[in-house]
Nanobody, 124 residues
């Protein structure tokens, strides 16, 4: 089992940047696929970015491709989401998720463990 704690959210103007971090407990972090999801009020939780357990491959939602970068440091049990060129449409609660396999895909139903979320607000 793994516990996830997100940090780094906040308020930023459009065009700005934020870096989210997700710290994981446990000694088997390198065996977990990781992902970031987000949920805006009145919408379903949606996939943003994912990374394989060893960090060799990544995947992005079309809406963030070229602006967001997911990465991980298995020595620090941490996954990151670098968000650049932020837009008001990126405003949401961002969640870190983990699944105990190489890759878990883009569906929220494939991830067993979730953090509590961190709010990102982008003003125009």
């Amino acid at each position: 089992q793994v516990q996830l704690v997100e940090s780094g959210g906040g308020w930023v103007q459009a065009g700005g940047s934020l870096r989210l971090s997700c710290a994981a407990s446990g000694r088997t972090f390198s065996t977990y696929a990781m992902a970031w999801f987000r949920q805006a009020p009145g919408t379903e939780r949606e996939f943003v970015a994912g990374i394989t357990s060893r960090g060799s491959s990544t995947s992005y939602a079309d809406s963030v491709k070229g602006r967001f970068t997911i990465s991980r440091d298995n020595a620090k049990n941490t996954v990151y989401l670098q968000m650049n060129s932020l837009e008001p449409e990126d405003t949401a609660v961002y969640y870190c998720a983990a699944a105990p396999r190489l890759w878990a895909g883009t569906s929220r139903h494939e991830y067993e463990y979730w953090g509590q979320g961190t709010q990102v607000t982008v003003s125009s």
